[in-house]
């Protein structure tokens, strides 16, 4: 996955300066956040915020499983129909990161907050 995103980029590396790219991989919601610290930190989280992603290959519920951490509180999880190729990306070492990309007061927790997944290059 890596070589392909290096080669699609080459010409573009060539001719721009940056200190990291990321690129988009992936939009998801946040599984399991009524079980965690969104409810604690909902007033304080604001679109944008970085969050990080902790792989958790020992979980018992989820070989893949992907922890979902804002400002060191865990919020939730990447859902488990999304997580095995950023599981399998985190296991050959790729950096990923996650961001803040909505956020609604529904009832509904599954569409509470949703985040993007970047890989950093």
Same mark, same amino acid.
């Given at each position: ?5 290096? /080669? %699609? *980029? #080459?010409?573009?590396? $060539?001719?721009?300066? !940056? =200190? %990291?790219?990321? /690129?988009?991989?992936?939009? %998801?919601?946040?599984? @399991? %956040?009524?079980?965690? !610290?969104? @409810? =604690?930190?909902?007033?304080? /989280? ?7 992603? /902790?792989?958790?290959? $020992? $979980? ?15 919020? @939730?999880?990447?859902?488990? !129909? +999304?997580?095995?190729?950023? #599981? #399998? !990306?985190? =296991?050959? @070492? +790729? ?20 985040? +993007?997944?970047?890989?950093? *290059?």
């Amino acid at each position: 996955m890596r070589f392909l995103l290096t /080669i %699609s *980029l #080459a010409f573009w590396l $060539n001719t721009a300066h !940056a =200190d %990291s790219i990321r /690129i988009l991989v992936q939009n %998801s919601p946040l599984a @399991g %956040s009524q079980y965690y !610290a969104l @409810g =604690d930190f909902w007033t304080r /989280i604001k679109l944008g915020d970085r969050l990080e992603l /902790i792989r958790e290959a $020992n $979980n018992r519920h989820d070989r893949n499983a992907i922890r979902v951490n804002w400002n060191g509180h865990q919020l @939730g999880y990447v859902p488990l !129909a +999304e997580n095995p190729a950023l #599981a #399998a !990306a985190m =296991d050959a @070492g +790729e950096r990923l990161s996650g961001r803040v990309s909505g956020l609604s007061d529904n009832k509904n927790p599954w569409q509470r907050l949703a985040f +993007e997944v970047f890989i950093e *290059l």
